[in-house]
């Protein structure tokens, strides 16, 4: 059997606060912290293998706690494998994003101040460092995260 936990961004569905780029990894990482106590809670074993799905722009939450996991104390009594990491439709750089070159083209000064800005996400970078068995699963009529995502995530 499995057990699956689907946790929502900040500020979509059921969660509080304001949706932000900058609190989806620091989010990522206190859910995987409070992973132990939520298997044991529901009756599981607290060392149940961990395998991340991120779908579209939650790619870069599964990958970016893929690429953490047995670097760091992710969860509480230490080191933790994670068993395998499926990146659906995955985010691999915004900036190459159709949306964003749309802005980009309709607003030449939004798309400068936003290039200004580090983004948040290193994605791309931090998919180099995943160890675990990774499935990358993309459509090719994807108009949001187009096929080429899926392609750098893979190399």
Same mark, same amino acid.
């Given at each position: 059997?499995?057990?699956?936990?689907?946790?929502?961004?900040? +500020?979509? *569905?059921?969660? *509080?606060?304001?949706?932000?780029?900058?609190?989806?990894?620091?989010?990522?990482?206190?859910?995987?912290?409070?992973?132990?106590?939520?298997?044991? *809670?529901?009756?599981?074993?607290?060392? %149940?293998?961990?395998?991340?799905? +991120?779908?579209?722009?939650?790619?870069? /939450? %599964?990958?970016?706690?893929?690429?953490?996991? +047995?670097?760091?104390?992710?969860?509480? +009594?230490?080191?933790?494998?994670?068993?395998?990491?499926?990146?659906?439709?995955?985010?691999?750089?915004?900036?190459?994003? =159709?949306?964003?070159? &749309?802005? *980009?083209?309709?607003?030449?000064?939004?798309?400068?101040?936003?290039?200004?800005?580090? /983004? =948040?996400?290193?994605?791309?970078?931090?998919?180099?460092?995943?160890?675990?068995?990774?499935?990358?699963?993309?459509?090719?009529?994807?108009?949001?995260?187009?096929?080429? &995502?899926?392609?750098? /995530?893979?190399?």
């Amino acid at each position: 059997y499995a057990a699956v936990l689907c946790p929502e961004f900040r +500020g979509y *569905g059921w969660s *509080g606060g304001s949706p932000k780029l900058s609190t989806l990894l620091p989010d990522a990482e206190a859910v995987m912290q409070a992973l132990p106590g939520i298997l044991e *809670g529901a009756g599981l074993a607290r060392d %149940a293998a961990i395998v991340l799905h +991120g779908r579209s722009l939650g790619s870069a /939450c %599964a990958v970016h706690l893929a690429s953490l996991a +047995g670097q760091r104390h992710l969860l509480e +009594g230490g080191r933790r494998e994670v068993a395998a990491l499926v990146v659906e439709s995955g985010v691999m750089s915004l900036m190459d994003l =159709p949306m964003y070159r &749309q802005l *980009g083209a309709l607003m030449p000064e939004m798309r400068q101040l936003l290039s200004a800005e580090p /983004c =948040p996400l290193n994605t791309l970078a931090e998919m180099r460092n995943v160890s675990a068995p990774t499935l990358v699963v993309h459509g090719d009529e994807d108009d949001i995260s187009p096929m080429e &995502q899926a392609v750098s /995530c893979h190399q």
